[in-house]
């Protein structure tokens, strides 16, 4: 009996690392807690991991197994982990969650860990925040609108490690039968958010669009992204801008 109890020991021993042993060559297990998970709003979710910069592990996790931790192994190296939902079909780029020029930004909800993988285990609570800012253009003007809208800005996506991509974001949204349409933009950086009129390609004005944003109080580092409304009047010759319950209003000399 204890030579059986013994040979046990021995095995259990030689199946880990040994306290002798570099330790770092042993992997990292991490277990992420997908409880919390909004099964409702995400009935997908993904899950990305890198290390060293490579991707070593990437899934998809449908909302029936929310319930139970989603675990994998990792080396003891630099990790990043991302989950995310709401992310468009053609995939990610080698950036990252990057759109080219006349694309809209999708509706992402985004969650990026840099983990410390310098132990037995680690464990991560799931939870994506909003990763996008839906801005609501509101234009009102006697009969038809014959100009063209775009909003252009110098932030285009979210890198692997959840940093924002600096790069030329440009989006034209049409006005629907009302004379509103929407544009979703990533997080942004500064203030050079812009939204221009034009007609056949010729620029007729240009509204600094994220300094009125920012002077409003909105929050860009927030976990989880406010929409925006804009409301531009040209009977009035007048632009309202208004952030949730904050406005402003620019008076301007028709010039289109």
Known sequence: MKRTVFHIIMVMMLAGCSIKEDRTLCPCTIMVDLSGMDREAH???????????DVVLEDEIPAVRYSEPYVFRVRRVSTTV???SGWKESGL???GFKVDEGEQFPELYLQTERIDTDAESVSLA???????????IDIRTEGEYPYSLSVRGDACGYAWDGEIIR?????????????????????????SLALVISEEGNTLRE????????????????????DVEVEIDYVKTD????????????????II
């Not at 799931?126 to 609501?136: D, E, I, P, R, W």
Request: charged share 25%.
């Open 207 to 226: 509204f600094a669009l994220g300094e009125y944003i920012m002077e409003s109080g909105y929050d860009w580092t927030a976990k989880d992204l406010e």
């Open 93 to 95: 780029t080698a950036a």
């Open 43 to 53: 009935a997908v979710s993904d899950i990305l991991v890198l290390t060293d910069g």
């Open 239 to 254: 632009v309202i801008f208004k952030v949730n319950d904050w406005e402003t209003t620019i008076s301007f000399d028709v």
């Open 126 to 136: 799931a939870g994506l925040h909003k990763s996008y800012c839906k801005v609501t």
């Open 167 to 191: 790069g030329k974001f440009e989006y034209s949204p049409a006005l629907d039968r009302d004379g509103i349409c929407t544009v979703r933009i990533p997080r942004q950086h500064d203030s």
């Open 82 to 84: 991302d989950i995310y």
